[in-house]
């Protein structure tokens, strides 16, 4: 499977973006689907995760803002973010596999990551 995420851009403080992650293959449609963001210096971290059946989970400085969603016809995951914050400020990845720890980096496959940026 091959992800490629896009939908990142400037924004302000307040504002909403809707990131997308584009699958190729069908074996995406079995995968779960994470999605985790690095800030400059920092280490990658678990922003928000789908599974096939639509179980959802979410960091805990996210949650009532952003919401993940998947389309399988589309072989797209999205992740809606809003009332958006400095602090989200990131390079923010798609991941994708199934059978591990959904909030961990340990997915098999990824994509080349967006960069978010939110200014006060």
């Known amino acids: 499977v091959q992800l490629q995420a896009s939908g990142g851009g400037l924004v302000q403080a307040g504002g909403s973006l809707r990131l997308s992650c584009a699958a190729s293959?069908?074996?995406?449609?079995?995968?779960?689907v994470g999605w985790f963001r690095q800030a400059p210096g920092k280490e990658r971290v678990f922003v928000a995760y789908i599974t096939v059946s639509g179980t959802t989970d979410y960091a805990d400085s996210v949650k009532g803002r952003f919401t993940i969603s998947r389309d399988n016809a589309k072989n797209r995951a999205y992740l809606q973010m809003n009332s958006l914050k400095p602090e989200d400020t990131a390079v923010y990845y798609c991941?994708?596999?199934?059978?591990?720890?959904?909030?961990?980096?340990?997915?098999?496959?990824w994509g080349q990551g967006t960069l978010v940026t939110v200014s006060s």
């Open positions: 293959g069908r074996a995406f449609r079995s995968y779960s």
């Open positions: 991941a994708a596999q199934s059978g591990v720890n959904y909030y961990t980096t340990t997915y098999g496959y």
